[in-house]
């Protein structure tokens, strides 16, 4: 089963947040409503440079994620 990029999610003991997922490697879980981020990955100190110039531009796309959904709820 092929999973979409991005999933939208919330927790009804977390009742003001909402999380965008990634589900691609890097794997991430942001909330979007602190910007805090939690990485489903171990990684190397390889992988961190490569993750650093990553991970700006996988932030700013499940923001544009999140932005198109809440959108087309409207």
Known sequence: M????????????????????HTEYPRFILNVHNDDMHWLEEFDKEDEAALKSESHALIEAAFEFYDKEMENLA
Do not use: G, Q
């Not at 977390?14 to 997922?21: K, P």
């Open 2 to 21: 092929e999973l979409p990029k991005f999933l939208i999610a919330d927790n009804s003991e977390l009742e003001e947040a909402l999380f965008v997922i």
